[in-house]
């Protein structure tokens, strides 16, 4: 167990320029997850793929922000024209859930990428 | 629409205290609830997940309880350490969508020698 991995752990960048994540989630770990985190705030549910599907988009994910879990391993979250309010720690997290119910197993989350938009 | 929320904001104890931290969530039907460490500048680390049917978890020196009914849980530390100085939060499954969890906004912590 190698832990959830993401990459890079540090992003700058210049508003309206496009960024892309990557995470690695636990090798078993069927279900990944992507969460927004601002200062002082917990996260915010983003999004969240079964094995390659993706199930459920929170109204926060705008029509400038796609995510992928190509052959349900790892997966891209790619955001297109940034901006300012962009800026956050973007967290990936991984469980192993059987069936398509509630989650039942701890999340493993990742250590995040910070992104700065300026 | 599901709130959690966390009391108090930041606590400052000394080494070897006992302490509570608070979580409230409005809306009683939970899947479960689960509590997490963050330090600063990384990612969550799982401590306690209780579910729905449950009144208590325990991992060493923390237990935390949940009350469905009142929307209430908390997180016990017994003997406090300067390593548990963290950022720790709660988040519920709820009925709403039963893949995310929401998050309070956490309670931040530090214990001092």
């Known amino acids: 167990d190698t832990g959830v991995s993401q990459d890079p752990r540090h992003k700058i960048t210049k508003r309206g320029q496009n960024v892309t994540f990557r995470c690695d989630p636990i090798?078993?770990?069927?279900?990944l997850y992507w969460y927004r985190q601002t200062l002082g705030q917990g996260p915010e549910f983003l999004t969240y793929?079964?094995?390659?599907?993706?199930?459920?988009k929170s109204r926060l994910l705008s029509d400038r922000f796609s995510a992928e879990r190509p052959k349900g391993s790892f997966s891209t979250l790619e955001i297109q024209r940034t901006e300012q309010g962009d800026s956050a720690m973007y967290l990936c997290?991984?469980?192993f859930g059987r069936g398509y119910g509630p989650y039942n197993s701890p999340l493993h989350f990742g250590n995040g990428t910070r992104l700065t938009v300026t | 629409k599901q709130e959690v929320t966390q009391i108090p904001a930041a606590l400052s104890v000394p080494e070897g205290e006992n302490l509570v931290l608070n979580c409230s969530f409005t809306?009683?039907?939970?899947?479960?609830l689960q509590w997490f460490r963050q330090d600063p500048g990384k990612g969550l680390t799982s401590l306690l997940l209780?579910?729905?049917?449950?009144r208590e978890q325990t991992s060493g020196r923390l237990n935390a309880s949940l009350d469905k009914s009142s929307g209430r849980s908390t997180l016990y530390i017994a003997a406090s350490q300067p390593g548990d100085s963290a950022t720790y939060l709660c988040?519920?499954?709820?009925?709403?969508?039963?893949?995310?969890?929401?998050f309070g906004a956490g309670t931040r912590l530090a214990v001092h020698p």
């Open positions: 988040a519920v499954n709820d009925a709403g969508g039963y893949n995310k969890l929401i």
């Open positions: 090798s078993e770990h069927n279900r």
């Open positions: 793929f079964q094995n390659e599907a993706q199930l459920e």
């Open positions: 997290a991984s469980s």
């Open positions: 209780i579910q729905s049917s449950q």
């Open positions: 809306d009683s039907a939970i899947y479960n």
